[in-house]
């Protein structure tokens, strides 16, 4: 999808599937992605879209109504040109009534009554709704879906939105997306992802209706809630760019507060990778304060009145006030606190969020701070060897988008084996000695007249953001003319639960009731090979999600959501075993 093209809302695009004549819908479902051939161009008042014969005109913004849509065809607007067009746009949810232009500041009180929230009764029929038009999608299988099913999950979500449901809104439109792109064959199309967002949805709507009074997270806000915060200084950390698949980018600045907490300040728009270099130099808002994310990142502020969201995002009030204090140094004592901290205590802290739901984890609670010496490459990572331990770290790569210098970067420092770095990077969960690096700094404490070392523009204060900063070699004094090479293989962490795994993924694109496989040899085996490996539990999931039935229903469903938590739970687990053990 193309984020500069018009939206539209769920119940306008349910409600026009719904009035067009079934030989179109028909038309729709064999060529679902038609309307990407066509000529797409935007106007000052409108878009233009020229069919190869017609023209349909939409408006900018969010498409709310029929009357804004029209087609040069007799049969317009309930004609295939129309709908062609609207199931390629992203579907969005506008502002609930009554919304607010300022941001919602809450007072601690306020915060703590909302950590239980008792669902009304018009939520409990919304998320009923909700489960039971995605049962139907997982009875028909995503890749059989056609648009009548997806009318009603469109028409759920309206109604979850309408009731205040705002994660199962926001999950559902994840879904509606992802099969859109299942559907059309899409190059970003990722089936494992797609049934692991199901899954989400179905656990959530299991809390919404299943329990009396659930956690606020499970239930979501329209507008982040921002509540009233005391870091008084905040330490500029680093800035990431932030390129999303679904057309989205900009930066986003991490910050050590005071009181400990993990910060951030982020401007993201619609636009590509060049919008995401603007907003590094551009400005981004901190109360009445504007910085570009350059500046926020390589200093120090004081602050009183701020606030924040629950995952640490600050607001833009007006009634804050902050100042520039000074640049930030990764040697303040505050940060090289983190630094010190153990690996296996940075680890146990991100694997005891992990079982969170997004909404629920604080910021920065996957950033891992370690020192270490620069080895070499081994193919596309870069390999650190971390102080006082003697497991080696793998740098590698998150976000591949062109125009970013993260690969390049790498690249460079492989040029200075046994250069001290301080590194910033994300921790992999299901691969925790993989490390995504974000920034790095030279450790001082490191430097040597013959020892490599790395001196960067004093703009860039003592870091580098390498997905904005490009390393150049004359930075890199004492350094080799070639890469440094290592021949260092690591075996993948085997994955032992594949076949749950995969027949999992499979029942979510053919249906629940497509399974033909249970009285087959190959599923006798891989129930056996998981009950001997130790995994009974597994096995017995397997072949729950194998067994033929005459049709599917509510307690496939469950089964459904219990694969997905457990291969969750197992994975990661299995992982945090993994990193305790000496390579």
Not at 492 to 505: A, K, Q, S, T, V
Request: with cysteine; glycine share 8%.
């Amino acid at each position: 999808m193309n984020a500069s093209r018009p939206t539209v809302a769920p119940e306008l695009i349910a409600a026009m599937i719904e009035s067009t004549p079934d030989r179109v819908r028909r038309r729709l479902d064999r060529t679902p992605d038609v309307a990407e051939g066509w000529s797409w161009g935007p106007g000052e008042s409108s878009w233009a879209v020229e069919t190869g014969g017609e023209t349909v005109t939409l408006p900018h913004g969010l498409i709310t109504t029929v009357e804004q849509i029209t087609c040069t065809c007799l049969l317009s607007p309930r004609c295939f040109h129309v709908l062609a067009c609207l199931t390629r746009l992203e579907v969005a949810l506008g502002e609930p009534d009554g919304a607010e232009e300022t941001e919602q500041i809450a007072t601690a009180a306020e915060d703590a009554s909302e950590d239980l929230i008792e669902p009304t009764e018009g939520q409990r029929r919304a998320a009923n709704e909700l489960v039971a038009s995605a049962t139907r999608l997982l009875r028909v299988g995503i890749a059989n879906s056609g648009i009548v099913l997806r009318s009603d999950l469109l028409r759920a979500i309206h109604q979850c939105r309408a009731e205040g449901l705002h994660r199962l809104a926001a999950l559902g439109l994840r879904v509606i997306a992802a099969i859109g792109e299942i559907r059309s064959r899409a190059a970003a199309a990722d089936p494992e992802q797609l049934a692991e967002d199901v899954a989400d949805l179905l656990e959530t709507s299991h809390h919404v209706l299943g329990e009396r009074s659930v956690a606020g997270f499970w239930i979501g806000t329209a507008r982040r809630k921002q509540m009233p915060v005391r870091p008084r200084r905040l330490l500029g950390l680093f800035a990431e760019p932030v390129v999303t698949r679904s057309g989205y980018s900009g930066a986003a600045v991490y910050f050590l507060g005071g009181d400990g907490r993990i910060y951030t300040a982020s401007d993201v728009r619609p636009g590509d990778v060049q919008r995401a270099r603007d907003a590094y130099l551009g400005g981004i808002e901190i109360g009445p304060m504007v910085q570009s994310a350059k500046q926020l990142a390589r200093k120090s502020y004081l602050g009183t009145d701020l606030t924040a969201s629950a995952d640490g995002r600050l607001g833009r009030g007006k009634g804050a006030q902050i100042v520039e204090q000074a640049p930030s140094n990764w040697q303040d004592e505050v940060i090289a606190e983190r630094f010190g901290r153990p690996l296996e205590a940075q680890w146990d802290a991100a694997y005891a969020q992990a079982s969170l739901p997004a909404d629920a984890r604080e910021a920065g609670w996957n950033l891992l701070f370690l020192e270490g010496t620069v080895l070499g490459a081994a193919g596309p990572a870069l390999l650190l060897q971390p102080a006082g331990d003697p497991r080696m770290i793998r740098l590698a790569i998150e976000n591949e988008s062109e125009g970013l210098h993260f690969r390049e970067n790498l690249r460079m420092l492989s040029h200075a084996p046994g250069l001290r770095l301080k590194v910033i990077g994300r921790v992999n969960l299901l691969e925790p000695r993989m490390v995504a690096p974000l920034a790095v700094a030279e450790a001082e404490a490191a430097r040597t007249d013959d020892g490599p070392r790395l001196e960067i523009p004093e703009s860039w204060g003592d870091r580098v953001c390498l997905g904005f900063d490009e390393i150049q070699y004359r930075f890199l004094r004492n350094a080799r003319g070639t890469a440094m090479l290592v021949n260092a293989q690591v075996m993948p962490l085997e994955d032992p639960l594949g076949p749950l795994r995969r027949r999992w993924i499979a029942t979510s694109l053919s249906g629940l009731a497509s399974r033909r496989h249970a009285a087959s040899s190959l599923l006798v085996a891989e129930v056996a090979t998981l009950n001997r490996s130790g995994f009974s539990t597994g096995a017995a999931l397997l072949d729950a999600l194998s067994r033929q039935r005459s049709s599917a229903d509510a307690t496939d469903t469950d089964t459904f959501l219990a694969v997905a938590i457990y291969l969750r739970i197992t994975a990661i687990e299995r992982a945090r075993f993994a990193s305790t053990l000496e390579s």
